[in-house]
């Protein structure tokens, strides 16, 4: 059942904290350890006053409201199994360009930095199954839940997506991510680099013996990926981007809605992206560039008039 709520008031229980360890491997294949804090909770909203953090689980969206139902019931039963105080926040992007990852997390981050403090990038398909998959802060930089040899579809070395945490102080150092990667595919490849280049140490789960059974990926595959590259979009996103970032997301909120889904709460925002069409137009669909390329060449045109 869905239904929109107006305001959701629940109970803060503050409790003494109890401490484990667990091992983790970060990206040079060293082993470290994270603390994970352990609180009597409330059902819905976890306040863990000891320790203060609180997570945002961040998931660019578009008309994938089927997965949505599943994700939120899931992952708010495995967070608060894990006694991780968070909220869900869908950005939905409602415009007429092509799909921009980048970008939505980017927002979901400047619409959420004001009552969490680190995020997780997570995509709505990928849902974590082991409950050894730490969600807790992630203290000595990036921790990448869903790792290469954990993940169902991607297991190269340098791969960074599908679950990633990012303390907030953390994100805006690196300028959040491109938006300049519209279409699928990249960005996190971008946001690999961004991370070596600023000396974020990236972490990842070790002793997790569940393989492939580790996620369900509950991708359609009736949904194709957009992985057309316009234009000169191909030479233009090969290196790093040190122009575009959270700090220059361009966007406006069209409305957000406050949603229960079972057991799960989650903040839908939708959004219209704007983008500069001399810069990335790239950013159009396919059937857009036709009347692009028509506007192109009566500008060229004119400027050839104005000169004689």
Known sequence: MLTIIGSCFLAL?????????????????????????????????????????????????RDRFEELMDFVPH?????????????????????????????????????????CDYIAMHDVDLLPLNSALNYSYPENGAFHVAAPELHPLYHYKKFVGGILLVKGSDFEKLNGLSNK??????????FFVRMKKLGIKITRPVGITTGNQTFKHVHD??????????????????????????NSVDYTVDSKH????DDGYVTVINVKLKCDLNFTPWCLVKEDHE??????????????IKKK
């Not at 006694?83 to 979901?108: E, P, T």
């Not at 990667?181 to 971008?190: I, P, R």
């Not at 406050?258 to 889904?261: A, N, Q, V």
């Not at 009347?291 to 050839?304: C, M, T």
């Open 258 to 261: 406050e949603l229960t889904i």
């Open 13 to 61: 229980y503050p409790i003494p904290e109890q401490k484990n360890t667990t091992n983790v491997k970060d990206d040079q294949g060293e082993n470290v350890v994270r603390e994970e804090t352990k609180n009597v909770i409330n059902k819905h909203e976890y306040e863990s006053r000891a320790n203060g953090h609180k997570l945002a689980v961040l998931v660019p969206f």
């Open 221 to 246: 595959r009736r949904r194709t990926r957009d992985k057309s590259r316009f234009f000169d979009q191909k030479e233009k996103t090969r290196r790093l981007d040190k122009i575009t970032g959270v």
């Open 75 to 115: 992952m708010t039963k495995f967070l608060n199994a894990q006694k991780v105080r968070h909220k869900i926040f869908a950005i939905n992007q409602i415009d007429n360009y092509r799909f921009n990852r980048a970008s939505l997390i980017n927002i979901g981050f400047l619409e959420s930095k004001s009552e």
């Open 181 to 190: 990667y519209w279409g699928w595919g990249l960005e996190d490849d971008e």
């Open 291 to 304: 009347v692009y390329l028509k506007l192109i060449e009566n500008q060229a045109n004119k400027n050839k």
